[in-house]
Nanobody, 119 residues
Framework: QVQLVESGGGLVQTGGSLRLSCAASGNIFNINVMGWYRQAPGKQRELVAKTTNGGHTNYADSVKGRFTLSRDNAKNTVDLQMNSLKPEDTAVYYC?????????????WGQGTQVTVSS
């Protein structure tokens, strides 16, 4: 099992910044992907950004140029720096980790942290 603990959510005004942090613990071997998803009220959970062990990073089009994902493999952490925040960024943000063992992918999720952007 992998445990993911998130921190850093909160309330911010439009144009402000927040930094989310996620730390992985437990059986952390073979974690291939780490990243963040978000879910707004009444909407499906969507990818924000994710990165692989090889350093390949994907961002949702809606956050490109505003959000930056950084991963520290030695510390098993992944941070999301969010700048120029908009009201539509309001959501619960979830840290995720994916392990690949014998060709099977196992996904793990944090408990979520609320981000609210006021207009």
């Amino acid at each position: 099992q992998v445990q993911l603990v998130e921190s850093g959510g909160g309330l911010v005004q439009t144009g402000g910044s927040l930094r989310l942090s996620c730390a992985a613990s437990g059986n952390i071997f073979n974690i291939n992907v780490m990243g963040w998803y978000r879910q707004a009220p009444g909407k499906q959970r969507e990818l924000v950004a994710k990165t692989t062990n090889g350093g390949h990073t994907n961002y949702a089009d809606s956050v490109k140029g505003r959000f930056t994902l950084s991963r520290d493999n030695a510390k098993n952490t992944v941070d999301l720096q969010m700048n120029s925040l908009k009201p539509e960024d309001t959501a619960v943000y979830y840290c995720t980790a994916v392990k690949i063992v014998a060709g099977t992918a196992y996904s793990y999720w944090g408990q979520g942290t609320q981000v609210t952007v006021s207009s």
